[in-house]
């Protein structure tokens, strides 16, 4: 095609001639600026064609030590309410308890938008390394919580202070070039496993040290006072690391308009040679776009996204205070150390899925009828759940590993799927901002998952006897509905298909 515009050229007039070649390369020329972060970045990118695994393993363990002050709870959660001495019964800690993992993602809702624009405007790696500094001073104070309102104040501060996940997704797309946006985008859902595996493993382990392990910890120590502090700390130090490492972590945000052309006439400009898909993207971020809320195709597969972030926040809340509530009301008597094996045992499943099996799976059946099969499956699983409570170990532990870890790659399928109709329901250049959209919305319902999970789970204390699904059953029956609906919502006319979609 490049080869006939040139022979047009030759073929006309001495000044279109000469003006033919002046245009090819100025559209093969990416323009930088000197001084600007995000041209350097720009630049590194253009230099060095292979997928950047240094700055990807970077962005991962961001990602990574985002998720830890999430999942790592859950394993002692039951019992850090029962020693605030805020609940009485164990009615009264399912609805405290609740409230605890709800404080988290309410503060991350409130502030998820205002964090993306405050990214777009003083750029990303402030924004990343005030989140962090963030997490570390409050999830600790977290671990020194002697009341439930302080325990509430600080996890709705390190969710409201830290909302990296608009941030960094918008780094990830613009440290790697085009080809490589699908590796990077997989970050997220792998990092996600890995805290399922490291958070729950943390708290379960280190909760409660000078009972587990008196030798090391005495009962008039530090930890003996604050049982829950340890696991707190470790994270902590954790996020003291990867802040000292964003030191080196690169700024990707231009400070100046690309589209300027008056600019690029007094020398301050540098053009460099470089493919013209890669000047495109660079000059396509001054095109007017459409607003995202009337996008029905991004709106549509938001919405599934957030009725299955909806199911697994108020799964996961539910299954870690049943577990480790007693049999006479229907649970398991699990302690922090046995749900933590769970939850890490189920982590480990889902990078295991994620690499190996889905890929496959997607191949033959395309994401949507892979999610709604994944879908189908988990509400069977879920009715398996009540019934364990009659079953003694060692079957207990195998079987309810089983089926957490059929149940968590059923929903990882489902989020994954997700994932795609989101991406290809919009430009390159409108991602960052439907990410953080979606992080926000998906905040909203997070937030109110473990809150009206913890709130029914206190309910079905109070009904063992009930003759429509007595006790704990209720709560898994309320689950199969909300992923039913989630079920008929992958169907026309609920879910718009995009028109660049791959269909099946």
Same mark, same amino acid.
């Given at each position: 095609?490049?080869?006939?515009?040139?022979?047009?050229?030759?073929?006309?007039?001495?000044?279109?001639?000469?003006?033919?070649?002046?245009?090819?390369?100025?559209?093969?020329?990416?323009?930088?600026?000197?001084?600007?972060?995000?041209?350097?970045?720009?630049?590194?990118?253009?230099?060095?064609?292979?997928?950047?695994?240094?700055?990807?393993?970077?962005?991962?363990?961001?990602?990574?030590?985002?998720?830890?002050?999430?999942?790592?709870?859950?394993?002692?959660?039951?019992?850090?309410?029962?020693?605030?001495?805020?609940?009485?019964?164990?009615?009264?800690?399912?609805?405290?308890?609740?409230?605890?993992?709800?404080?988290?993602?309410?503060?991350?809702?409130?502030?998820?938008?205002?964090?993306?624009?405050?990214?777009?405007?003083?750029?990303?790696?402030?924004?990343?390394?005030?989140?962090?500094?963030?997490?570390?001073?409050?999830?600790?104070?977290?671990?020194?919580?002697?009341?439930?309102?302080?325990? /509430?104040?600080?996890?709705?501060?390190?969710?409201?202070?830290?909302?990296?996940?608009?941030?960094?997704?918008?780094?990830?797309?613009?440290?790697?070039?085009?080809?490589?946006?699908?590796?990077?985008?997989?970050?997220?859902?792998?990092?996600?496993?890995?805290?399922?595996?490291?958070?729950?493993?943390?708290?379960?382990?280190?909760?409660?040290?000078?009972?587990?392990?008196?030798?090391?910890?005495?009962?008039?120590?530090?930890?003996?006072?604050?049982?829950?502090?340890?696991?707190?700390?470790?994270?902590?130090?954790?996020?003291?690391?990867?802040?000292?490492?964003?030191?080196?972590?690169?700024?990707?945000?231009?400070?100046?308009?690309?589209?300027?052309?008056?600019?690029?006439?007094?020398?301050?400009?540098?053009?460099?040679?470089?493919?013209?898909?890669?000047?495109?993207?660079?000059?396509?971020?001054?095109?007017?776009?459409?607003?995202?809320?009337?996008?029905?195709?991004?709106?549509?597969?938001?919405?599934?996204?957030?009725?299955?972030?909806?199911?697994?926040?108020?799964?996961?809340?539910?299954?870690?205070?049943?577990?480790?509530?007693?049999?006479?009301?229907?649970?398991?008597?699990?302690?922090?150390?046995?749900?933590?094996?769970?939850?890490?045992?189920?982590?480990?499943?889902?990078?295991?899925?994620?690499?190996? /099996?889905?890929?496959? /799976?997607?191949?033959?059946?395309?994401?949507?009828?892979?999610?709604?099969?994944?879908?189908?499956?988990?509400?069977?699983?879920?009715?398996?759940?009540?019934?364990?409570?009659?079953?003694?170990?060692?079957?207990?532990?195998?079987?309810?590993?089983?089926?957490?870890?059929?149940?968590?790659?059923?929903?990882?399928?489902?989020?994954?799927?997700?994932?795609?109709?989101?991406?290809?329901?919009?430009?390159?250049?409108?991602?960052?901002?439907?990410?953080?959209?979606?992080?926000?919305?998906?905040?909203?319902?997070?937030?109110?998952?473990?809150?009206?999970?913890?709130?029914?789970?206190?309910?079905?204390?109070?009904?063992?006897?009930?003759?429509?699904?007595?006790?704990?059953?209720?709560?898994?029956?309320?689950?199969?509905?909300?992923?039913?609906?989630?079920?008929?919502?992958?169907?026309?006319?609920?879910?718009?298909?995009?028109?660049?979609?791959?269909?099946?």
């Amino acid at each position: 095609m490049a080869g006939g515009e040139i022979q047009e050229g030759a073929a006309g007039s001495e000044g279109q001639e000469a003006t033919a070649p002046l245009l090819e390369k100025e559209k093969a020329a990416a323009v930088y600026v000197e001084g600007c972060p995000g041209c350097a970045s720009d630049r590194r990118k253009a230099a060095n064609p292979g997928i950047p695994y240094l700055q990807f393993f970077h962005v991962w363990s961001i990602i990574l030590v985002s998720c830890l002050p999430i999942s790592f709870i859950y394993p002692f959660l039951y019992f850090m309410i029962r020693d605030l001495h805020v609940a009485k019964t164990v009615e009264d800690i399912g609805f405290y308890g609740g409230f605890v993992g709800a404080s988290y993602m309410l503060g991350r809702a409130l502030t998820s938008t205002v964090w993306g624009m405050v990214a777009d405007r003083i750029g990303r790696k402030p924004v990343i390394v005030f989140g962090i500094f963030s997490m570390l001073v409050f999830n600790t104070l977290f671990g020194l919580s002697t009341n439930y309102w302080m325990a /509430i104040t600080s996890r709705f501060l390190v969710g409201s202070l830290t909302a990296l996940l608009g941030p960094i997704r918008a780094y990830t797309n613009e440290i790697c070039r085009p080809e490589h946006q699908a590796i990077g985008m997989s970050l997220d859902s792998t990092s996600w496993a890995v805290g399922l595996i490291i958070g729950p493993a943390i708290g379960g382990y280190l909760a409660q040290p000078a009972e587990k392990y008196p030798m090391l910890f005495p009962v008039n120590s530090l930890f003996g006072r604050f049982p829950y502090f340890l696991p707190c700390l470790c994270i902590s130090i954790f996020c003291f690391v990867i802040l000292i490492s964003c030191i080196w972590l690169p700024e990707t945000l231009h400070n100046h308009k690309l589209d300027k052309i008056e600019d690029r006439a007094n020398g301050s400009f540098i053009a460099h040679s470089a493919s013209s898909e890669e000047l495109i993207e660079q000059q396509v971020k001054s095109v007017p776009t459409k607003n995202l809320l009337k996008n029905w195709p991004l709106m549509s597969s938001i919405v599934l996204y957030c009725i299955f972030c909806f199911d697994d926040m108020a799964y996961t809340e539910i299954v870690s205070l049943w577990s480790e509530s007693d049999r006479k009301y229907g649970g398991l008597s699990f302690s922090p150390q046995d749900v933590g094996q769970v939850f890490a045992i189920t982590g480990g499943s889902v990078v295991l899925y994620q690499t190996f /099996i889905y890929p496959q /799976i997607d191949k033959i059946l395309g994401p949507i009828n892979t999610s709604r099969v994944a879908t189908v499956v988990s509400m069977v699983l879920l009715f398996t759940y009540p019934p364990m409570t009659h079953l003694s170990r060692p079957w207990l532990p195998i079987i309810l590993n089983i089926v957490s870890v059929l149940k968590a790659n059923c929903l990882v399928s489902i989020v994954t799927c997700c994932f795609i109709l989101q991406n290809n329901s919009v430009n390159q250049d409108q991602r960052a901002t439907a990410d953080g959209l979606a992080t926000t919305i998906m905040s909203v319902f997070k937030a109110c998952a473990p809150a009206g999970a913890g709130i029914v789970f206190s309910w079905a204390q109070r009904r063992q006897h009930a003759f429509f699904f007595p006790g704990d059953q209720i709560l898994f029956f309320l689950l199969v509905v909300v992923e039913f609906l989630g079920l008929v919502w992958t169907f026309k006319p609920f879910l718009a298909i995009p028109e660049k979609f791959p269909q099946n």
